[in-house]
């Protein structure tokens, strides 16, 4: 008999309105529906259907019994696609949004080797001078840092990433080395425009004390490429991502600047929305994102030559 569990088998009852017409939507003959649905009130030990002639309708627990089985049946369809299409090859279009700079120095070559290993994979990477809601675009994954707070995504670690303050040792040479949070109020400090945050606040955490510094400079954009050039240039004071100045801290084009303080952190992760989370191709990109990440960082952050 077609309808396979006794949740389905009474959801198909219920929807058809009478055994007669049960029966026929199961393939089966009126007198076997009746039998089953007398076996599975046996075993629940209750009453489920009033039945006349013509149609059935339910007992109280019979309302009880179908109203939390067609969730079930529900819940248990979602289940099964998702895992068939967990367990699918990759394929199709996937859709990534990532900031122009991060997007271009790092996201775009992992783009590269995972087409190589998934040809099946149509990507589209879109980069923008600042994250775009993910629903609204249609995007499948998108790279951000720091705090996340649209609780409507589901987000997954790529890798660890600490916001320091830098500057050029030429101009700290002639300026001065900040010795507390609050002598950056006397230097001219370059300042990233970006998202919603104040502009121009930068907060440090120096021991248990939480200080918020109201820093000013004659410079400012709304790119990470252009203020970066402007602080290997000795213009002043930054605050960028480890990621971003690593390699010129390594090379001293960089220094960093009150070391004994922490800043906000702008971990890296990949967000995308609930619904597409066992999408092959948007699983099978994240694990590959968080395995060339994890490799990466074991070398230690810094502009990739290759990955």
Known sequence: MRGGSDLAFFAAVVKQGSLSAAARELEVSPPAVSKRLAQLERRLGVRLLHRTTRRVSLTAEGEVYVEVGRRI??????????????????????????????????????VSAFRRRYPEVEVLLELTDRPVNLTDEAFDVGIRFGDLPDARIVARKI??????????????????????????????????????SAFGTWKLVRGRRSESVKVRGPLSSNDGSVVLGWALDGHGILMRAEWEIADHLRAGRLERVLPDCALP???????????????????????????RFRAYADRGPGVPSRW
Do not use: M
């Open 73 to 110: 049946l529900s819940e248990i369809e979602e289940l099964e696609r998702r895992i068939g299409s967990a367990r699918a090859a990759p394929r199709g279009l996937l859709r990534l949004n990532a900031t122009l700079g991060f997007g271009r120095i790092y996201v775009a070559p992992v």
């Open 159 to 196: 890798a660890t990433n600490r916001r320091l303050l830098c500057a050029s040792p030429k101009y700290l040479d002639q300026r001065g080395r900040p010795a507390i949070p609050h002598d950056l109020t006397r230097h001219d400090c370059i300042v990233l425009r970006q998202n919603d």
């Open 265 to 291: 952190s702008a971990d890296i992760y990949a967000v995308y929305p609930e619904r597409h989370h066992l999408s092959a191709r948007v699983r099978v990109f994240v694990d590959f994102l968080v395995e």
